[in-house]
């Protein structure tokens, strides 16, 4: 019977969990999936760590499944999973640990009760992320539990980065820039030295391209600026999130279309962006597969505001060493990357199409000044490497 660790990463409708041999030195993958759907047509799928489907399961169209009841589906297919496993923590992804969460922390009620306060930061995941952890410590209390917060990695930015001009008075509240994402740029950042040592010492920019998307400069490895802020709505358009948008838009929402504050919401993360420029998808194969002109400007303002924050973090690292791309888009799309590096040829940045077209991992020509990687990222891995340090097993 083997100890693992499972990862879980909750959202409104849908539960990702993976599992990790705990007693593994490099914690190998066990079995990883997802439940979605959760109020309509719940479905349940498992992969092995090669992808092979080990389970699948389907509830119905009309059925509902509430977190508690596929929190225990998943633990009981854990527990019965090829002769056995012996659950001995749960890692979860939290999005939000505003200013005192700077590292992964142990899921107390205390600890539960302070990440609460921050749902209103993260109106979108904060409350689901929490969710299983309260449920677990209610069926479970013996169970270790470690948060792992998307904010943490960004801990290490200046004053300056991560100030809005606006009056003490707002700010003291804890208005201010976070950074999302960091789970992936923690990552990143651990396998850099394996892969690229300038890069790993130098000035990179890395670029997280998923249905969230956002860019991260990391000097040495630590961050130093993002493009995501307050929330995980700022910064580069993304699926169906707008980023950067003129506060005084927001104004005029308010004042001139008579929305409201939940109406603006639903408006800036879940139907703007490649979404909502399009009209199409917030899928960007759909997009690229497309011949609608909607759909053409909808990438081709996605890349462009893509080049407008790198020469932003290009700024803020006075000067450019390396470029990182991840997550789906990033690391799958090498007509984006294309997109991307043409409109960076001012900053060094010369591509190998061959390269480029293989996924890397260098895609960048010989006679580039600046090295770019295709690099896959692992927020999940990240998340169990966190929980087995903090539990101090093995
Ligand atoms: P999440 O942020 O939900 O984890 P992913 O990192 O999986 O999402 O990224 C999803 C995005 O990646 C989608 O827009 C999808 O279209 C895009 N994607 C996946 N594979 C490809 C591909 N081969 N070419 C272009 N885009 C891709």
Redesign the pocket.
């Known amino acids: 019977m083997a100890d693992v660790i499972l990862v879980l990463n909750a959202g409104s409708s849908s539960i990702k969990f993976s599992a990790f041999d705990a007693e593994s030195q490099d914690l190998a993958l066990v079995l990883r999936g997802q439940i979605e759907g959760l109020f309509s047509a719940p479905r349940f799928l498992a992969f092995d760590q090669s992808g092979e489907q080990l389970g699948v399961k389907e509830w119905g169209a009309a059925a509902r499944l509430e977190h508690e009841s596929a929190i225990a589906y998943i633990g009981e297919f854990l527990r019965s999973h090829r002769g056995g496993n012996r659950l001995i923590a749960v890692g979860h992804r939290v999005v939000h640990g505003g200013r005192h969460f700077t590292q992964p922390a142990l899921a107390t009620t205390e600890v539960l009760d302070e990440l609460d306060k921050l749902a209103p930061l993260a109106p979108l995941h904060q409350v689901h992320n929490l969710k299983p952890i309260r449920i677990i410590a209610t069926q479970n209390p013996a169970m270790p539990q470690v948060a792992c917060f998307d904010t943490a990695f960004h801990a290490t930015q200046g004053e300056l980065a991560y100030a809005f001009a606006l009056p003490e008075s707002i700010t003291s509240r804890g208005v201010r820039r976070y950074g999302f994402h960091g789970l992936s740029y923690e990552y990143i950042a651990k396998a850099l030295p394996h892969i690229s040592p300038e890069a790993a010492n130098g000035r990179t920019v890395v670029a ?6 956002s860019m991260c400069a990391m000097l040495g490895g630590r961050s130093v600026a993002s493009t995501m802020g307050f929330t995980a709505v700022d910064g580069l358009p993304m ?1 169906t999130r707008c980023g950067n948008l003129d506060p005084g838009v927001i104004l005029y929402l308010f004042d001139e279309l008579g929305m409201n504050a939940r109406e603006v919401e639903d408006l800036v993360y879940r139907r703007s962006g ?1 979404l909502g420029v399009s009209g199409i998808s ?7 597969a497309s011949d609608d002109a909607r759909a053409r400007f909808a990438i081709e303002l996605y890349t462009y505001r893509i080049g407008r924050e790198l020469g932003s973090l290009v700024a803020a690292l006075d000067g450019l060493d390396a470029l990182v791309f991840t ?10 990357r294309r997109r991307v590096a043409e409109k960076a040829r001012w900053c060094g940045i010369e591509l190998d199409e061959n390269a480029n077209a293989a996924d890397g991992p260098r895609i960048s020509a010989a006679s580039s000044k600046v090295g770019v990687w295709v690099i896959p ?1 692992n927020e999940e891995l990240m998340i169990a490497r966190h929980t087995r340090n903090l539990i101090g097993a093995h």
């Open positions: 997280h391209l998923g249905n969230g998307a699926g490649l917030s899928d960007m194969r759909t997009l690229l997550a789906g888009i990033g690391e799958r799309s090498a007509e984006i990222t």
